[in-house]
């Protein structure tokens, strides 16, 4: 796309799909948490449908990154520009943040029927099990036994997972993510889905309700610094203080570093794995990284 075409819309459509992305996903929580209407499973499904409904609105317009990782990991080894990151990524942050605001207006009721039950409000010890519906934690407060109210068995849960296991294993999920996404998305790849493009959204969802399925008890999945990030940044708004920033054990920037570390990972090992090597049974030399029609995510830029 040249220098003086309008990314207006692109950006516009980076804010709604990530909207809808943390609208059903962060939702799925909510419900689970403040109802117990459904569990571990439920919540990853929702994930999934989640990307799906995202990426089907706003692909057609901005490519539907709806995370910072796939927007960087593209700048980094394909042909996104860097100029356009700055706005993508707030964009995506504004997202989720209007879609945090959204959940907590809708469910209030339901917020502050839980806190009175439990003695507890906003930003007190053990209130990141409703803090979790919007933002993430290491281990996660309903899986590891935080008990509302009490401080001291935050310590304890704390011994479930280190910051050295959460940073890796946010790595790994963000790399293996990016990485399908850039197999998914690789015109020249025969078994990429270039013939129905459609069936990419569904694909990317199908993924990320496995990952969720996994990570959830470990760090929640992030996968997405906005899916993070923004929603923290409304809960200290809202009165979450010290739960969001720096977090119970100080570790509020750890879902944002490990997942870009993540997803620019798995961008490179599918550049330099598996991308320049697809027509090696052709008379052509191997492509170097980053070289290739990426079509199915690039066409806007170009």
């Known amino acids: 796309m040249a220098d003086e075409e309008n990314w207006t819309p692109q950006y516009i459509n980076e804010i709604v799909g990530t909207f809808i992305l943390i609208f059903f996903g962060d939702g799925s929580v909510v419900v689970s948490i403040l109802t117990e209407a459904y569990g571990l499973f439920g919540v990853a499904i929702l994930w999934g449908f989640a990307v799906m409904f995202g990426v089907y609105w706003a692909g057609g317009v901005s490519q539907a990154h709806i995370n910072p990782a796939v927007t960087l990991g593209f700048a980094v080894w394909g042909d996104f520009p860097w100029r356009r990151v700055p706005g993508y990524i707030a964009s995506q942050l504004l997202g989720a943040f209007l879609a945090a605001a959204t959940l907590w207006f809708t469910w209030q009721g339901w917020y502050q029927a839980f806190h009175q039950a439990n003695g507890i409000s906003p930003g007190d010890p053990g209130s990141s099990i409703t803090g979790m519906t919007l933002w993430t934690f290491f281990p996660n407060p309903a899986f590891a036994g935080v008990v509302v109210g009490d401080a001291s068995s935050l310590t304890e849960v704390a011994n479930l997972v280190s ?20 197999a998914l998305a690789d015109a020249e790849n025969e078994m990429a889905p270039s013939a129905t493009p459609g069936l990419f959204a569904f694909l990317v969802g199908l993924l990320v309700a496995a990952l969720v399925q996994y990570e959830a008890p470990i760090s929640m999945a992030a996968l997405n610094p906005a899916r993070d990030l923004g929603p923290r940044i409304f809960g200290y708004l809202v009165g979450y203080g010290n739960i969001a920033f720096p977090g119970p054990r100080g570790g509020w920037w750890l879902p944002t570093v490990s997942t870009i570390v993540g997803g620019i990972i798995g961008g490179g090992i599918y550049e330099y794995l598996t991308h320049r090597y697809i027509d090696e049974t052709s008379d052509e030399e191997p492509r170097e990284p980053g070289e290739g029609p990426r079509e199915a995510v690039e066409e806007a830029t170009e």
């Open 163 to 182: 910051f050295e296991q959460a940073f890796f294993s946010e790595v790994v999920i963000t790399a293996i993510l990016v990485g399908v996404i850039f």
